[in-house]
């Protein structure tokens, strides 16, 4: 099969290196591979015989013309030179698009077959018990339970609650405090009605539990304390229990629940954080014929590093003993994105059962960090000019000034009691641009450094402060 790749001088050598071992004719178009014109690449098509053409996946022009009029198909190559070496042998075994770069597409491909085999292990998986229509235990993916602490003095619980579970909870736990009455609980549960997925209560108190078993599909946390006081009305009422040790071991506190009658059961062998007894923790993590409860919640909370890696090392460490539910709480601005974060580490955990080690899955939970550096061809010039220092103070456009902000999702550009809004930082400037608002070019760069700074700040959950260091 004989393919047409057009280059740059830049890549040249790159080029002709990924394609040394196929039927390809590299051909340089110019000092930049990206500035391909249609016309250019069907003056190319016409010079020889070809089957397919790969372009260079940064080109931004349309080549559905050229296509048409040759008829040699066209497809993008990846963004990056330096890729192409990894994506021509592959040619027999993957579709290119015509559209998007070919490291994006497949990445996406990876991704969606990804998915469906979570879907197809997860419909045939076996379970311990099923809630709400949710396998829990078994072969089932390891489900995540998100807390909300002190859910009675939360005024938008409701908007909370499915928060949570857009973000990729599969159970919401409703946390009282010692401040809490039977009225706080019925109160809560009744502004949930009609959320139709694992809700779960967690009190040690039974006159809380009591009030939340009308709805709760999950009690935490029994023990030897409480299980006589409640354990027979948890089992009427047909929910699930976690158990914990207290005075008495965990092993002890299970029998007494089962004889009330608790049909499911759930081993809390309680998890310690670092510095507390993280690692002799884990000792009691054995295999149990109970789903077993794996509390990372409270290690990556007490920690100041990033919840990224964190939530995904105890993912990983929730996967080796088998656990069943992984706890995870957002309760500090630092650890703000740990419910996205361990659905994520869980998916990847369960497409990690049948390979040595979590990697080369389709997904992913790298957020700052690439996992190979770009080796691009170095920038060619022949004298440099140094940087001069922007001055402190800067003109003002008549125009005006615009206040960036941040909210939510979304990035708003104001001035004069109106704002623009939007998701992308260039999609902003553009509208910014395209109505005049704008007649400093120091003005519109500006723009451009604080629009970015506030669509990273919402990509990585950050503050956002106009004028300040990112």
Known sequence: MRILLPTGTATEDLVKSAAAAIDAEVVVTGKIASFLT????????????????????????????????????????????????????????????????ADDFLAANKACDARKLLDEREKSAESDFIARGTKIGGTS???????????????NIRDVVERYFAAGADIVDLGFGFDAVPSDVIRV???????????????????LIRAALSRADIILSLQEQNIPEVGKEIAKAGAAAVVV??????????????????????????????????????????KSPYPLFFGAGNVTELIDADSVGVNAVLAGMAMEVGAAVIFTSEHSDKTTGSIR???????????????????????????????RRRREPPLEYETAIPAIAMPDSVD??????FRIGIEGDQIVAQIHNRAIR???????????????????????GYLGRELYKAELAIRYGRSFEQDGEF
């Open 38 to 101: 249609p016309g250019t690449l069907q003056g190319l098509i016409k010079k020889g015989t070809y089957e397919m053409v790969i372009v260079p996946g940064m080109c931004t022009a349309s080549f559905e013309q050229v296509e048409h009029d040759t008829g040699v198909p066209v497809y993008r190559g990846p963004r990056h030179a330096a890729d192409l070496a990894i994506f021509l042998p592959l040619l027999g075994t993957m579709t290119l698009s015509r559209t998007i770069p």
């Open 141 to 155: 993916r390891m489900k995540v339970l998100a807390e909300v602490m002190d859910a009675h003095l939360r005024e």
């Open 189 to 207: 549960f009744s502004q949930l009605d009609g959320i139709d997925r694992i809700l779960a209560v967690d009190s040690q108190e039974p006159d």
């Open 245 to 286: 040790p207290g005075e008495c071991s965990l092993k002890k506190n299970i029998v007494l629940a089962k004889k009330t009658g608790i049909a499911c059961i759930i081993a809390d062998p309680l998890l310690q954080p670092i510095g507390s007894g993280l690692v002799a923790s884990l000792k009691n993590f054995k």
């Open 341 to 371: 974060e361990m659905r994520r580490a869980t998916e990847m955990m369960a497409l990690a059962v049948d390979r040595p080690y979590p990697k080369d899955l389709g997904i992913d939970l790298l957020v700052l960090k690439e996992k």
């Open 396 to 401: 003002y456009d008549p125009k005006g000034n």
């Open 422 to 444: 939007g998701k992308r930082w260039q999609d902003v400037l553009y509208t910014i641009l395209s109505r005049n608002e704008v007649s400093l070019l120091e003005h519109a």
